[in-house]
């Protein structure tokens, strides 16, 4: 089977690394110079210390037609107008998989008219440390669920599915994108404003505080089917990534663009519709935005 990976970014990379050995795939990268690297060179993956080198097809997007069986965009969600703007390099394509955090993509959906579009949950932790090398820095598990026709070509990684990075079905696309959004909702926000690692907002009582009481506020207006899940999820990723720096985090203090739109934002806007006020997650917006534009000025 075919496989594409739009997004040269940690994600693209570990699932190019992952993938290659038994699909034949296709990174997309928005940089000539990316993928000349990465055909040169080769891809390389760090897991525990160690490094493997693979070697996979790279192309610059602008100038690739794309005829693949199933393709995967993993670019962030600000990147995702441009991608519809050309989205007839996509029109031929079976099955597009969105890997995007957050739900403001949504609304970008319905310009792409392929028969089936699958939406994914990446529970890895990955780390770019340059165009050609990730980290793969915690497993975890991609988790896909159906917005328009079927699984098509998506069903073949769930039923090939390996024990280091598995793929798993999940009947509701929403529920599963809601709980997702909790935990990037409370978790990436606050390690941002308050620089810290994910860890830490558990073991200073004040910050876990700060996180209950925005969990509290923005459940109403995800509707979350199981809240108590919810927030054991939260904790859960906390511990688990205890020595992580949330990606948000590192956005704002490399001077680049955050998704807190497609986070808080989403949120936000919901909350309005419903007539629910969210004044945390609008301060957390504004303070994020602030930090970014100082971040992004001073480059």
């Known amino acids: ?162 024990s280091h990075f598995p793929f798993l079905f999940k009947k509701d696309w929403y529920e599963m994108l809601a709980m997702k959004l909790a935990i990037n909702a409370v978790v990436n926000p606050l390690t941002a404003l308050l620089r810290v690692k994910n860890g830490q907002l558990l073991e200073v009582n004040e910050y876990r505080i700060m996180m209950q009481l925005l969990f509290s506020e923005l459940k109403d207006v995800l509707s979350l089917s199981d809240e108590q899940q919810a927030w054991e999820n939260i904790v859960h990723v906390c511990e688990k990534t205890a020595n992580n720096r949330s990606s948000m985090l590192k956005d704002i203090e490399q001077g680049r663009q955050t998704e807190i739109d497609a986070i808080l934002g989403y949120i936000i806007q919901r909350g309005k519709s419903m007539n629910i006020q969210t004044p945390l997650c609008e301060f957390l917006l504004y303070a994020i935005k602030g930090m970014e534009r100082r971040g992004i000025s001073h480059e």
């Open 1 to 162: 089977m075919k496989v594409g990976i739009v997004g040269g970014g940690a994600v693209g990379l570990l699932m190019a690394a992952y993938l290659h050995r038994m699909y034949d795939i296709t990174l997309y990268t928005r940089r000539q110079s990316q993928a000349a690297l990465l055909n040169k060179n080769g891809l390389r993956l760090m897991k525990d210390r160690k490094e493997e080198t693979f070697f996979i097809k790279a192309k610059h997007i602008e100038q690739s037609e794309m005829n693949d069986d199933v393709v995967f965009v993993t670019v962030k969600q600000y990147d995702l107008p441009k991608l519809a703007s050309s989205v007839n390099r996509l029109q031929n394509v079976p099955t597009i998989i969105f890997l995007q955090n957050g739900m403001g993509h949504l609304q970008l959906l319905s310009q792409f008219n392929n028969r089936n579009i699958v939406l994914g949950v990446v529970e890895h932790g990955a780390l770019k440390h340059d165009d050609r090398t990730v980290e793969h820095t915690g497993e975890g598990k991609i988790s896909l669920a159906v917005w328009k026709g079927e699984m098509g070509g998506a069903q073949r990684f769930i039923e090939q599915s390996s």
